[in-house]
Nanobody
Framework: QVQLVESGGGLVQAGGSLRLSCAAS????????MGWFRQAPGKQRELVAR???????DYVDSVKGRFAISRDSARNTVYLQMNNLKPEDTAVYYC??????????WGQGTQVTVSS
């Protein structure tokens, strides 16, 4: 079973930065995409950013220009660099991995809180 372990969440003031990490238990090139989702209280989980096997990336409009997803194949780790954080970015952030045959795995989540 694939394990995804997130780290890097925390409390930061508006305008600050955080970097989330997601370490996979297998080679990340085994996945068709890896991404970050978030879920704020009372809201549905939404896709924040993803990186495809090809290296192409995709972002939700609200984080474009502020967040950047990247990967380190040697460490089997995907990162989410979050800059200029806003209170509305407050949520639990989840790492997601989708396999080529449609399988899906999730991390346990890491809390990001942005104070105004």
């Amino acid at each position: 079973q694939v394990q995804l372990v997130e780290s890097g969440g925390g409390l930061v003031q508006a305008g600050g930065s955080l970097r989330l990490s997601c370490a996979a238990s297998i080679n990340i090139f085994s996945f068709s995409t890896m991404g970050w989702f978030r879920q704020a209280p009372g809201k549905q989980r939404e896709l924040v950013a993803r990186i495809f096997h090809s290296g192409n990336t995709d972002y939700v409009d609200s984080v474009k220009g502020r967040f950047a997803i990247s990967r380190d194949s040697a460490r089997n780790t995907v990162y989410l660099q979050m800059n200029n954080l806003k209170p509305e970015d407050t949520a639990v952030y989840y790492c997601n991995a989708r396999g080529v045959i449609g399988t899906e795995d999730w991390g346990q989540g890491t809390q990001v809180t942005v104070s105004s």
